[in-house]
């Protein structure tokens, strides 16, 4: 639905592609990194208050985190695969390489979204058993 004030769609995906999704991403890597600090503290700081203020931060990080990886998740789903295959098109690219390239970068993206989510799962099962690390034989 077309409105007088609507934004061209050109437009959209210039300032998603270039500005909202590198920051939002970068937000994703400052919370990751904020995590895996809080992470450290809750497992090895000597006073038990120091690491149970760690670890209700780290719950709160880790609930944050989960929003950011899904907000950047719905803008990256957002975007239609024929605009990221125009950006290479324009690059030089033959149409149906652009295409072939935009679908793997896409799908590089999702994996590194997976990958960071398989990390949160490791640390919440760290949360929930205490930080017992397994004794190897």
Do not use: C
Not at 65 to 89: M, P, Q, S
Not at 128 to 134: K, L, P
Request: net charge negative; glycine share 4%; hydrophobic share 40%.
């Amino acid at each position: 639905m077309s409105t007088p004030y609507s934004t061209p769609r050109l437009t959209l995906f210039s300032t998603t592609f270039w500005e909202v999704l590198p920051s939002r991403y970068d937000k994703i890597i400052t919370r990751w990194s904020k995590i895996a600090h809080l992470y450290h503290e809750a497992k090895s700081d000597i006073l038990a208050t120091d690491r149970a203020g760690a670890l209700a931060s780290l719950k709160a990080e880790l609930e944050m985190l989960d929003r950011d990886v899904e907000e950047y998740r719905k803008l990256v789903n957002g975007v239609d695969i024929t605009d990221i295959a125009g950006v290479y098109v324009v690059g030089g690219r033959p149409r149906h390489r652009a295409l072939e390239i935009a679908k793997e970068d896409k799908k590089d993206l999702e994996e590194s979204l997976r990958l960071v989510e398989e990390h949160v799962k490791e640390i919440r099962a760290d949360i929930v058993y205490g930080f017992e690390e397994m004794e190897q034989p």
